[in-house]
């Protein structure tokens, strides 16, 4: 090293300020230098302590802690990177995976960060979508349900995080193959010695699906399960169908799919031995054309079955109202005749047709069977038209209409005993409705009796006090002496006698025709 200011190459280091400087012009050429040695100090209380931080890859600055050894000197982003980088490490060893896939994964995580991808995300998802991008560059036989099985989570919800990370990244995947899970999956069901040759036969199952466009746009599970399941058979192991469903963690419906249409191929018509040893060079089509070409064909046969059943009960009036419209659509030709299938309508004749086709629906009409009975009795030499000498009894059917008394008591008790619920209740709510307004008594309503108005004042408040009582705390007997009517007074019985109290108020009126000794009050004369 030499001085920047003299280039001098004396230089002395100072390692316990962490600092160099030149002997020669005293400059400072570095300063704060960080040491991997390892020294130690004494607290106060005597113990042995370590000096210094430690300063992991990656990370910028060394770890500062504060009193009490709170606080952190670590930015945001590093620890998230150094949280994701642990979660892949945690993904890594669950799923045995070489340690190169970690690094792979953290740089495309730390992109992820660099373009906000992570936000409203959850880091787990993101670092788990990370770690399968990897594995989907390496061509690693891990899937994204192995993922979901680990993290214990939705594979659509971890689906549509590689989805966005894939997308947002600009990122172009290789497609997968299926065969590369073969030998996972054959390994899981225990073949025995004869794993070789069952991952040889459904590899080349494989490879007859791709030419017969079976696996474009098929997921690899499905095209893996359906080939093992038929090498099994080949080489005489019973595996169910549950057992694949099991191993390759795909449905019931996916599997007979795939089987299916794989029989619809000419590779499904061949032997054993001539799969073995022939290569069909000519291709099926794919099952997504052959599907449609077969529902138009359904429809369209359909639809001319429903055409032959409409013609065949069209009439000749809706035929002809048909040909009308025909002609209709056909006015601006200046030709009078028009072509409708194979027959030609004349114009002209559009009426002489119109005659023509009522006289065709009303013979149609009158030759039905339910008519014939009336041209029968018609044809009756006793038939007589005056219809004053029918006689209505004759008639089997108004007579089976009409009940005799027998059918009437029977059809009573038929309903009676069909409806007896229905009428029990009723009469239950009919008992209730009588006791109620039974119980409820009305208020009778009394005529106010009026006094009638005297000659004089005194009259006058004669004909009140006799109408109606004031207060029961009034002697009527010594009222009616003040004014001068002993007999007009109304009955008071004697438990009204001595209701003053001795506190009383001076202007009530004592009930006792005798002054009261003690309370003060005397009787007005």
């Known amino acids: 090293m030499a001085c920047k200011a003299c280039n001098g190459t004396e230089i002395e280091h100072d390692a316990a300020q962490g600092m160099s400087y030149c002997t020669g012009c005293g400059e400072v050429c570095e300063e704060n230098t960080i040491v991997s040695e390892v020294t130690f100090g004494e607290a106060a209380s005597g113990a042995a302590v370590?000096?210094?931080?430690?300063?992991?890859?990656?990370?910028?600055?060394?770890?500062?802690?504060?009193?009490?050894?709170?606080?952190?000197?670590?930015?945001?982003?590093?620890?998230?990177?150094?949280?994701?980088?642990?979660?892949?490490?945690?993904?890594?060893?669950?799923?045995?995976?070489?340690?190169?896939?970690?690094?792979?994964?953290?740089?495309?995580?730390?992109?992820?960060?660099?373009?906000?991808?992570?936000?409203?995300?959850?880091?787990?998802?993101?670092?788990?979508?990370?770690?399968?991008?990897?594995?989907?560059?390496?061509?690693?036989?891990?899937?994204?349900?192995?993922?979901?099985?680990?993290?214990?989570?939705?594979?659509?919800?971890?689906?549509?995080?590689?989805?966005?990370?894939?997308?947002?990244?600009?990122?172009?995947?290789?497609?997968?193959?299926?065969?590369?899970y073969i030998a996972r999956f054959a390994g899981m069901l225990q073949f025995g010695d004869k794993t070789q040759q069952v991952i040889v036969d459904a590899s080349r199952l494989v490879q007859r699906m791709d030419r017969d466009w079976i696996r474009t746009g098929r997921r690899p599970a499905g095209i893996c399960g359906a080939c093992l399941l038929i090498a099994a058979r080949l080489h005489n192991f019973r595996r169910t169908q549950r057992e694949i469903m099991q191993v390759v963690k795909i449905a019931d419906t996916t599997l007979r799919r795939r089987l299916d249409e794989l029989r619809l191929t000419p590779s499904g018509n061949l032997s054993v031995s001539d799969f073995r040893g022939?290569?069909?060079?000519?291709?099926?089509?794919?099952?997504?054309?052959?599907?449609?070409?077969?529902?138009?064909?359904?429809?369209?046969?359909?639809?001319?079955?429903?055409?032959?059943?409409?013609?065949?009960?069209?009439?000749?009036?809706?035929?002809?109202?048909?040909?009308?419209?025909?002609?209709?659509?056909?006015?601006?030709?200046?030709?009078?005749?028009?072509?409708?299938?194979?027959?030609?309508?004349?114009?002209?004749?559009?009426?002489?047709?119109?005659?023509?086709?009522?006289?065709?629906?009303?013979?149609?009409?009158?030759?039905?069977?339910?008519?014939?009975?009336?041209?029968?009795?018609?044809?009756?030499?006793?038939?007589?038209?005056?219809?004053?000498?029918?006689?209505?009894?004759?008639?089997?059917?108004?007579?089976?209409?009409?009940?005799?008394?027998?059918?009437?008591?029977?059809?009573?008790?038929?309903?009676?005993?069909?409806?007896?619920?229905?009428?029990?209740?009723?009469?239950?709510?009919?008992?209730?409705?009588?006791?109620?307004?039974?119980?409820?008594?009305?208020?009778?309503?009394?005529?106010?009796?009026?006094?009638?108005?005297?000659?004089?004042?005194l009259e006058s408040a004669q004909n009140m006090l006799a109408t109606r009582r004031l207060s029961k705390k009034i002697n009527y007997e010594v009222l009616g002496k003040l004014l001068g009517n002993q007999g007009s007074k109304p009955k008071v019985g004697p438990a009204h006698a001595g209701m003053i109290p001795s506190g009383a108020p001076s202007r009530m009126i004592s009930v006792a025709g005798t002054p009261m000794y003690g309370s003060g009050y005397t009787t007005p004369t």
């Open 278 to 457: 022939l290569w069909l060079e000519q291709s099926a089509d794919p099952p997504a054309f052959t599907n449609n070409r077969i529902k138009a064909r359904r429809a369209m046969l359909a639809q001319q079955e429903q055409q032959q059943q409409s013609e065949s009960t069209e009439t000749p009036l809706q035929r002809l109202a048909r040909t009308g419209n025909h002609l209709q659509t056909q006015e601006g030709n200046p030709t009078n005749n028009t072509e409708t299938g194979d027959e030609q309508i004349n114009v002209v004749d559009f009426d002489g047709n119109v005659d023509r086709a009522f006289a065709e629906e009303f013979a149609s009409y009158l030759q039905a069977e339910s008519l014939k009975f009336i041209t029968s009795d018609m044809a009756n030499d006793d038939f007589n038209p005056d219809v004053s000498t029918w006689s209505d009894m004759d008639d089997d059917e108004v007579n089976n209409v009409i009940l005799n008394d027998e059918e009437v008591r029977t059809k009573t008790e038929m309903w009676d005993r069909e409806n007896k619920e229905f009428m029990e209740e009723l009469e239950r709510k009919r008992q209730a409705r009588e006791l109620d307004e039974g119980a409820r008594k009305r208020r009778k309503q009394t005529r106010k009796k009026v006094a009638l108005p005297g000659a004089t004042p």
């Open 50 to 180: 370590v000096q210094g931080s430690f300063v992991r890859a990656g990370q910028t600055r060394a770890n500062m802690t504060g009193p009490g050894r709170f606080g952190s000197g670590q930015e945001s982003r590093e620890m998230t990177l150094y949280n994701s980088r642990r979660r892949i490490q945690q993904l890594t060893t669950a799923l045995h995976l070489s340690e190169h896939y970690i690094d792979t994964a953290q740089r495309y995580f730390q992109l992820a960060l660099n373009m906000q991808i992570t936000r409203g995300r959850r880091a787990m998802y993101v670092s788990a979508a990370c770690l399968y991008i990897v594995c989907r560059q390496e061509k690693n036989s891990v899937m994204l349900i192995d993922f979901t099985d680990v993290l214990r989570v939705s594979v659509f919800k971890l689906g549509a995080t590689f989805a966005k990370l894939v997308n947002l990244l600009n990122l172009q995947l290789p497609i997968v193959d299926p065969s590369l």
